[in-house]
């Protein structure tokens, strides 16, 4: 049995997409999915302790920022945000399950799902989703 555990943050960041939109910002809200076998103890499948600075300096990266600016974000479209915010986070959080990034208010938001190599998913909902 699998469990599959998320974490959420926020940041504000500007950005452009020419030929697209002009400079212009948006209140970012991130939520990542991390996934894998409940510890016999504490049921929990990741310590949030051991996530929270990984997941916090990720955030000062982008946080009150000219998206553009960062390398790897010269067309920083919500997919492209997501993938970056993958990549960086794959390397440090073992289950990494998916990345999904949204802008805009609660209720009238928008935003994209990344999901990585089906072959590294952990949790089994997410495998038969993706099948």
Same mark, same amino acid.
């Given at each position: 049995?699998?469990?599959?555990?998320?974490?959420?943050?926020?940041?504000?960041?500007?950005?452009?997409?020419?030929?697209?939109?002009?400079?212009?910002?948006?209140?970012?809200?991130?939520?990542?999915?991390?996934?894998?076998?409940?510890?016999?103890?504490?049921?929990?499948?990741?310590?949030?302790?051991?996530?929270? $600075?990984?997941?916090?300096?990720?955030? !000062?990266?982008?946080?009150? #920022?000219?998206?553009?600016? +960062?390398? =790897? %974000?010269?067309? $920083?479209?919500?997919?492209?945000?997501? !993938?970056?915010?993958?990549? #960086?986070?794959?390397?440090? +959080?073992? =289950? %990494?399950?998916?990345?999904?990034?949204?802008?805009?208010?609660?209720?009238?938001?928008?935003?994209?799902?990344?999901?990585?190599?089906?072959?590294?998913?952990?949790?089994?909902?997410?495998?038969?989703?993706?099948?």
């Amino acid at each position: 049995m699998g469990l599959s555990t998320y974490k959420e943050f926020a940041f504000e960041a500007a950005h452009q997409t020419p030929p697209f939109s002009g400079l212009h910002g948006h209140s970012f809200r991130v939520e990542i999915t991390l996934g894998g076998e409940p510890d016999p103890v504490f049921g929990w499948s990741h310590n949030l302790y051991d996530v929270d $600075p990984i997941v916090d300096g990720l955030r !000062r990266e982008l946080d009150n #920022r000219y998206l553009n600016d +960062i390398e =790897g %974000l010269a067309v $920083p479209t919500l997919e492209n945000v997501a !993938r970056w915010i993958w990549t #960086r986070l794959e390397v440090h +959080i073992d =289950g %990494l399950e998916c990345v999904s990034v949204r802008r805009g208010n609660p209720g009238s938001s928008e935003g994209v799902s990344y999901v990585g190599n089906k072959k590294q998913m952990r949790s089994p909902v997410l495998q038969e989703i993706l099948s």
